[in-house]
T-cell receptor, first 112, second 116 residues
């Protein structure tokens, strides 16, 4: 089936640093989403992108929908300890059953 | 607004046993999803309901997995008989938008299943 390739797989950063992660696909999607999952919890939606080239911010988070519709990136500025978790990209094609395909995740660890 | 509720939170069974998971979506959400999340991977959709009808079950292993949403509200997912490779977290999600429209899916905390 469809696969979304996320990178990096994991990263260790210091508090205050900026973080960047991305997600690529061999297929075109018209919706890209970014989720965060904490241990023992379900994913929580961070940002939704519906238009190619769209750049959207949510506090310290900024995400962009790639112009080719095959990729997206997420930036976190000035990281804090509570940013620790696993970040998943997800993508969908509207007009079908709106099935979300998830990436493999980026595990973020923040050190003081 | 109450979130998506799931139970149990944890379940340990032996292979070949049966198990059932329950999900109560956010009130008024027409669309309900069950996902399987194997350790180290992203969630994979098993089945999608709109009200009490199945929209997509193409990735549900129908020889052992079944799901129902009889009254269009809560839902159960059953595995019978379980295999070792079924060990995973089973996530339920719901959405207020109709199937076919890119939506915001709200996830429950999941049920962690361990098959020994």
């Amino acid at each position: 089936g469809q696969q979304l390739n996320q990178s990096p797989q994991s990263m260790f950063i210091q508090e205050g640093e900026d973080v960047s992660m991305n997600c690529t696909s061999s297929s075109i999607f018209n919706t890209w989403l970014w989720y965060k999952q904490d241990p023992g919890e379900g994913p929580v939606l961070l940002i939704a992108l519906y238009k190619a080239g769209e750049l959207t911010s949510n506090g310290r988070l900024t995400a962009q929908f790639g112009i080719t519709r095959k990729d997206s990136f997420l930036n976190i500025s000035a990281s804090i300890p509570s940013d620790v978790g696993i970040y998943f990209c997800a993508a969908a094609i509207t007009g079908t059953a709106s099935k979300l395909t998830f990436g493999t995740g980026t595990r973020l660890q923040v050190t003081l | 607004e109450a979130g998506v509720a799931q139970s149990p939170r944890y379940k340990i069974i032996e292979k070949r046993q049966s198990v059932a998971f329950w999900c109560n979506p956010i009130s008024g959400h027409a669309t309900l999803y069950w996902y399987q999340q194997i350790l180290g991977q992203g969630p994979k959709l098993l089945i999608q309901f709109q009200n009490n009808g199945v929209v997509d079950d193409s990735q549900l292993p129908k020889d052992r997995f079944s799901a129902e949403r009889l009254k269009g509200v809560d839902s159960t997912l059953k595995i019978q008989p379980a295999k070792l490779e079924d060990s995973a977290v089973y996530l339920c999600a719901s959405s207020s938008r109709l199937a076919g429209v890119a939506d915001t899916q709200y996830f429950g905390p999941g049920t962690r299943l361990t098959v020994l």
